[in-house]
């Protein structure tokens, strides 16, 4: 058995197809006429940008808008003056070949990307990668390897699937992929996803070890594969695949369904994301909405305080994206386990009892005004609420909302216009929030419940902490009536009551927080069909009866083995 990162779920048995790039021979030579040489490169460009723009047509059929934009990315990068200039600039200075020069400049930006910190930027040397094979390849006049006429049942084996690669590929024919390089968030691992393709990357030496033609088994949720198996293997497998489908098959038809009880209570069913770029895939699974922009991501993806138009970028590239649906943007929730380097932040002895989230952001508004007025610009775009996070006291959130009054004052001075009506929120996820939930609820326009946080805070104990993992448990009294009380201060203001936290998916729990009037359950986007099909089984009647019981329950482990026994699926 070999194991790799499981980089997108499903079953893969069939045959291995091991694509080889083929080798770019060819020799840096001195060359005499600097101005054919240009125009050289410039055909080749302009055949580049033909090439890529069709297969950016084609792969907005086969993986989606978004991916394609993956490709339309490469076209940008090679009509950006600072590389083609580069290029030219070598050919005429170093008086080299088109192929050379094309080699070195690529090299060198790649290199500076490379080095960045940031995950996206670092992979803008991976596409200039993917820039650089296809160009040299147009001036070698060598053709694409050429995916798309694969037999069906091919199990793909590449060192790395460029984004150019995966373009031609037919998911009909793709049983799965095995790669050597590449994670969760690689390119090929999101264009897999999106095209429902199994895959598992990042497996050591995988293209010598197999051969054209050899049966393997992958499994693209555990990272597992395995080479010329036993039968009793592939049949193993066959059948797991056969489960995987069937479940697949059964969540579809809650597509474009309400998300409602057996007995046609409705709630909103929304997801969390930590970027700009998981908005689209919230509506590509039946999203109503988004329950919890993480904006940490874009302030620890940057080397420094994101600015004010970065921001708002970002914020009106999701409330735009999401078309009128409610989007809760969550203002920055840093210190914990989540550091900014960059803020030279001293070390603490307690972190998750320091100096974090609204704490820290109230103590320094030149970071936390930009981003509320990002927010609220951005607000004009869409139906974006703001959530303030780690609240333990009313005076945080009356703090919060005395920023926003008078950022909005800014506004209307400069003219700027956002939406004057805008909802500001609490997280729920302290012990102390949740004890003073009645007063919150008088001022805050939502709830949404960090169960996450929620959890280590009313059991004292650390999410990360393997000692302790038996008392991290949502399933846990305290942690239930700590749930039910905020529900229901909720519920008696009139106001909404969300929940962010992981328990909003667990198909356990589901049942209990319906009886206990939860509106709002925001779900990972891939938890959206699996969470309104469990809400589906029940009706409010059944909810309120399982949660009487399991609230008359002693310990987590007797509310554990009851929700299992009355689990339904
Ligand atoms: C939570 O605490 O439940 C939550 C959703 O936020 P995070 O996991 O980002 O702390
Ligand atoms: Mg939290």
């Known amino acids: 058995m070999y194991k790799g990162i499981g980089a997108s779920a499903g079953i893969g048995i069939g045959k291995v197809v091991v694509i080889k790039e083929q080798e770019l021979n060819y020799t840096k030579t001195t060359i005499e006429d600097t101005e054919a040489e240009k125009k050289r490169l410039s055909d080749a460009i302009e055949v580049f940008i033909e090439k890529t723009t069709q297969m950016v047509e084609a792969m907005k059929v086969t993986a989606g808008e978004q991916e394609s934009e993956i490709l339309e990315g490469h076209i940008l990068m090679i009509q950006d003056p600072a590389i083609t200039e580069q290029i030219e600039a070598k050919i005429d200075g170093e008086k080299i070949n088109a192929e050379a020069a094309v080699e070195e400049a690529c090299d060198f930006f790649a290199q500076i990307f490379s080095m960045a910190e940031d995950e996206l930027t670092q992979q803008r040397a991976s596409d200039l990668g993917d820039i650089k094979t296809r160009l040299i390849k147009i001036l070698l006049g060598i053709e694409d390897v050429d995916i798309s006429a694969v037999p069906a049942g091919t199990v793909l084996v590449a060192e790395d699937l460029t984004p150019s690669m995966t373009a031609g590929i037919n998911p009909d024919n793709v049983e799965g992929v095995l790669t050597e390089i590449g994670g969760k968030t690689s390119h090929s691992a999101i264009i897999c996803r999106?095209?429902?393709?199994?895959?598992?990357?990042?497996?050591?030496?995988?293209?010598?070890?197999?051969?054209?033609?050899?049966?393997?088994?992958?499994?693209?949720?555990?990272?597992?594969?395995?080479?010329?198996?036993?039968?009793?293997?592939?049949?193993?497998?066959?059948?797991?695949?056969?489960?995987?489908?069937?479940?697949?098959a059964a969540l579809a038809k809650f597509v474009g369904k309400p998300s409602q009880t057996a007995d046609g209570h409705v709630v909103e069913l929304v997801a969390n994301i930590g970027g700009p770029d998981e908005a689209a895939g919230v509506l590509e699974k039946d999203g109503e909405g988004v329950g919890l922009f993480r904006t940490e991501f874009l302030f620890m993806e940057s080397n420094d305080v994101p600015s004010e138009e970065s921001q708002f970028e970002a914020y009106k590239k999701v409330a735009e994206t999401l078309e009128g649906k409610p989007v809760i943007i969550r203002t920055l929730d840093i210190g914990g386990d989540k550091a900014l380097p960059y803020l030279g932040l001293p070390t603490e002895e307690n972190p998750f009892l320091g100096f974090r989230a609204v704490r820290f952001c109230l103590q320094r508004p030149e970071i936390y005004k930009p981003q509320l007025r990002a927010l609220l610009r951005a607000s004009a775009f869409g139906k974006i609420r703001i959530m303030v996070p780690l609240v333990t006291c009313v005076d945080e959130l009356r703090a919060v909302k005395a920023l926003i009054e008078e950022i909005k004052g800014e506004l209307d001075a400069e003219g700027i216009a956002y939406d004057k009506d805008i909802e500001v929120g609490v997280m729920m996820e302290t012990a102390a929030a949740s004890l003073?939930?009645?007063?919150?609820?008088?001022?805050?326009?939502?709830?949404?419940?960090?169960?996450?946080?929620?959890?280590?805070?009313?059991?004292?104990?650390?999410?990360?902490?393997?000692?302790?993992?038996?008392?991290?448990?949502?399933?846990?009294?305290?942690?239930?009536?700590?749930?039910?009380?905020?529900i229901g201060a909720a519920n008696k203001e009139g106001i909404m009551a969300g929940m962010c936290g992981e328990a909003a998916s667990d198909p356990l729990l589901v049942p209990v927080l319906l009886a206990f009037g939860l509106n709002e359950f925001s779900v990972s986007a891939t938890a959206i069909l699996a969470t309104r099909k469990v809400m589906s089984l029940w009706t409010m009647d059944e909810c309120k009866a399982l949660a009487d019981e399991v609230m008359q329950l002693e310990t987590e482990k007797e509310v554990k083995e009851l929700l299992q026994e009355r689990a339904r699926s």
């Open 194 to 248: 999106s095209m429902e393709i199994p895959a598992v990357l990042s497996i050591e030496n995988i293209t010598s070890i197999v051969q054209d033609g050899d049966e393997v088994v992958l499994d693209g949720a555990t990272g597992e594969a395995y080479v010329k198996p036993e039968a009793s293997i592939v049949e193993e497998y066959k059948e797991k695949k056969a489960k995987f489908l069937e479940e697949k």
């Open 436 to 486: 003073i939930a009645d007063i919150l609820a008088k001022e805050a326009d939502f709830f949404s419940i960090g169960t996450n946080d929620l959890t280590g805070y009313t059991m004292a104990a650390d999410r990360g902490n393997p000692d302790v993992a038996y008392l991290y448990s949502a399933y846990n009294p305290a942690v239930l009536r700590s749930i039910k009380n905020i």
